[in-house]
């Protein structure tokens, strides 16, 4: 079992940053593709940014440039590195990690990319609300 435990996300105006926290505990897994996600009341939920084990990353088009996401291997947390915000970044945000013992599993679901639909993943947090004003 894997808990997440997002932190980090509180209201800005537009232009700022902020430093989203995600603590992984429980059971280690050596593959993995971690990811964040976010909601808008009214809309679809979307992959914003997702990590590999294997160190790739991707990340939406709408965030591609002033968004990072990076991991702390020996704290298990990962992070989301919001800059330039805008208005319509606001959204509860979401960590979220989907897990392997073994590589030909995790190769077999993602092809070794973690760049596809992670709405299947098996472990999630709580979510924080990251809110942007004009």
């Known amino acids: 079992q894997v808990q997440l435990v997002e932190s980090g996300g509180g209201s800005v105006q537009a232009g700022g940053s902020l430093r989203l926290s995600c603590a992984a505990s429980g059971d280690t897994y050596r593959h993995y593709c971690m990811g964040w996600f976010r909601q808008a009341p009214g809309k679809e939920r979307e992959r914003v940014a997702a990590?590999?084990?294997?160190?790739?990353?991707n990340y939406a088009d709408s965030v591609k440039g002033r968004f990072t996401i990076s991991k702390d291997s020996a704290k298990n947390t990962l992070y989301l590195q919001l800059n330039s915000l805008k208005p319509e970044d606001t959204a509860m945000y979401y960590c979220?990690?989907?897990?392997?013992?073994?590589?030909?599993?995790?190769?077999?679901?993602?092809?070794?990319?973690?760049?596809?639909?992670?709405?299947?993943?098996?472990?999630w947090g709580q979510g924080t609300q990251v809110t942007v004003s004009s």
């Open positions: 979220a990690a989907d897990i392997f013992d073994t590589w030909i599993r995790f190769w077999q679901k993602y092809a070794g990319f973690c760049g596809g639909n992670m709405n299947d993943s098996k472990y």
């Open positions: 990590l590999g084990s294997n160190g790739n990353t």
